[in-house]
């Protein structure tokens, strides 16, 4: 298991954007789907988006459609989570990981990055 690491976080207000990244180590990095969950203070860590192997098949969480956009570059082995129009119920600790075609975590959490999100 690798452990990955989230950057991109920050203070924001309401409406604006924020890009997160996520950089994993792993060798067969293009081999899997890579998802990003978000984590409310006092909340369960929850799902946000997903995109599989090849960046062909992308799916997201009801409540960020439209407003986030996941992607990924398999030659740097990063993840993007582009966040557009935030609001401040978007505030929580973000997360990534690999998965599986069940959304089944593959690796140890990392730290995560921490969004707030000012009305």
């Known amino acids: 298991q690798v452990q990955p690491v989230e950057s991109g976080g920050g203070l924001v207000q309401a409406g604006g954007s924020l890009r997160l990244s996520c950089a994993a180590s792993e060798r067969a990095f293009n081999s899997y789907a890579m998802a990003w969950f978000r984590q409310a203070p006092g909340k369960e860590r929850d799902f946000v988006a997903t995109i599989i192997r090849d960046g062909g098949l992308t799916r997201y969480a009801d409540s960020v459609k439209g407003r986030f956009t996941i992607s990924r570059d398999n030659a740097k082995k990063t993840v993007y989570l582009q966040m557009n129009s935030l609001k401040p119920e978007d505030t929580a600790v973000y997360y990534c990981?690999?998965?599986?075609?069940?959304?089944?975590?593959?690796?140890?959490w990392g730290q995560g990055t921490q969004v707030t999100v000012s009305s």
């Open positions: 990981n690999r998965v599986d075609f069940t959304l089944r975590t593959l690796d140890t």
